[in-house]
């Protein structure tokens, strides 16, 4: 019942009549002769001639080239062959940068495109170049081509391994979906099928062509789209029909694992920022394994003065949730003294002191225990805190706020720094402040110790 009314709604939905037209690119090896012709044909079927400038095949090396050269009797499909095989990444690149259009679509090749697929999704690119926009893909069956409408209330979604996900629109997306034809927000794209301004593509770098064959690369692009100015959306009245297979159906030169470590890897090092430390976490199988050199795309996330990775966690993705380790409370002591919450301010915050230690590391008394769960440095529902970023701000034990950038904290070294100002948290004759860190301040050497 909800899909029929989602197509009656966007059988309403009209579209300026001025659009542009888009470059087609469709990158294959080794395709099917019949199924690359079916991707083929629906688009031409089914799109007005008019938003089709082109259709860009790139066979990437595969046994027999006339799988490409013999499209190229169909009008407006041109075909690009790769001398040695690059891979999905590096075909897609090429194939963006022979496109003679403004608007840059990518499908894969085992598609069937829906009437009016197209409109949609270059309405919301034309009105915001900033925008990056994916249909509804449904699925065609592997086993008889059969044609599944998939529902409407899905966005893209990953785990901390970086393993892409269908989920559930959040609640209150949905409330604030008055019109089912609005399009989704979405943290991620699947990304074989979406619609960008080819000069925005450019912009923010097109694709890492240092990832190897596929996988990945849609988290790379779907982070830097958003951290760099960017958004991701799904358009409901846009469908695609696409073929899941149950496995790869070519070879990865170094293995399919091996490939998508390191293009996974490339990415948590470039974008993750500290989080990086969960996607090793849950995939351990990537530390030590060589990713190549990263320099190039730091430098262009710096460039374009890219956000933080928390930010993308916070405004983005608030959903995924970072892993919680195991918290053992301790002390934290600066020689025979231990850090400690004391007295009231005049909000009513309790402002964090230094005394002398009182009971033992496994028996401290209740000022004095302390848990480090990073960020945070807590004692039950409250945290350490800052009045102010600058030198000299007071410290303070106010209620926890993981968003709340005055609570942040790191261990570094027998340093205790807080995060967002990168002052040191530092004992002044029994006051306790921040300043700038120096390794010859008596006062900012601490040492945490956990119970056993």
């Known amino acids: 019942m909800k899909l029929f009314l989602i197509c ?4 309403s939905v009209h579209y300026t009549a001025d659009l542009p037209a888009t470059s087609i690119i469709i990158t294959f090896h080794n395709e099917a002769r019949s199924t690359l012709l079916r991707t083929v044909k629906s688009v031409l079927n089914r799109t007005p001639a008019n938003l089709i400038q082109e259709i860009i095949l790139v066979d990437d090396f595969s ?5 490409c050269q013999l499209l190229t009797r169909i009008p407006k499909v041109k075909c690009l062959r790769n001398g040695r095989r690059e891979g999905l990444i590096r075909s897609r690149v090429r194939g963006a940068d022979t496109a003679t259009a403004d608007i840059l679509t990518f499908l894969d090749s085992h598609c069937e495109v829906n009437n009016e697929w197209l409109q ?6 034309r009105e915001d170049y900033t925008r990056v926009v994916s249909p509804i893909i449904d699925v065609i069956s592997l086993d008889n081509f059969a044609y599944l409408a998939a529902s409407a209330d899905l966005r893209g979604g990953f785990d901390w391994s970086l393993h892409f996900k269908w989920e559930q629109i959040p609640i209150e997306q949905k409330l604030s979906r008055t019109d089912p034809t609005q399009s989704i927000r979405t943290p991620v794209i699947a990304g074989g099928i979406f619609v960008i301004n080819k000069s925005w593509f450019n912009h923010l770098g097109k694709y890492d062509a240092q990832m190897d064959i596929w996988g990945g690369e849609n988290f790379e692009l779907s982070f830097r789209v958003w951290m760099c100015g960017g958004s991701l ?19 990865f030169p170094e293995g399919n694992a091996l490939t998508y470590i390191k293009n ?7 974008w993750m920022d500290e989080y990086k430390q969960y996607y090793y976490e849950a995939r351990p199988s990537a530390i030590g394994k060589s990713f190549g050199s990263i320099a190039d795309r730091v430098e262009r996330r710096r460039k374009l003065s890219c956000k933080s990775f928390q930010w993308y966690l916070e405004n983005v993705y608030p959903e995924l949730k970072v892993p919680e380790k195991e918290l053992i409370p301790g002390i934290i002591k600066q020689g025979a003294n231990c850090l400690e919450s004391q007295g009231q301010d005049t909000a009513g915050n309790s402002l964090a002191a230094i005394g002398s230690c009182k009971g033992s590391v496994n028996n401290p008394v209740a000022t004095q225990e302390w848990i480090f769960s990073d960020p945070l440095i807590r004692q039950q529902d409250k945290c350490l805190s800052i009045t102010s970023f600058s030198t000299g701000s007071q410290v303070t034990i106010e209620a926890c706020n993981q968003k709340d950038g005055r609570q942040k904290w790191k261990m570094k070294g027998s340093f205790i720094q807080h995060f967002v100002s990168g002052l040191c948290l530092e004992n002044e004759s029994s006051r306790l402040v921040t300043n700038i860190c120096q390794s010859d301040i008596l006062g900012q050497q601490w040492e945490l110790i956990q119970a056993t």
Do not use: N, W
């Not at 046994?63 to 799988?67: I, M």
């Not at 949609?120 to 690119?125: D, E, I, S, Y």
């Open 264 to 270: 996974t890897k490339r990415t948590a090092e470039v």
């Open 233 to 251: 959306e799904i358009v409901p009245c846009s469908r695609v029909g696409h073929v899941f297979r149950k496995r790869h159906p070519y070879d």
């Open 8 to 11: 009656y709604r966007c059988a």
């Open 63 to 67: 046994l027999d080239p006339e799988d």
């Open 120 to 125: 949609p999704m270059l309405q919301r690119v």
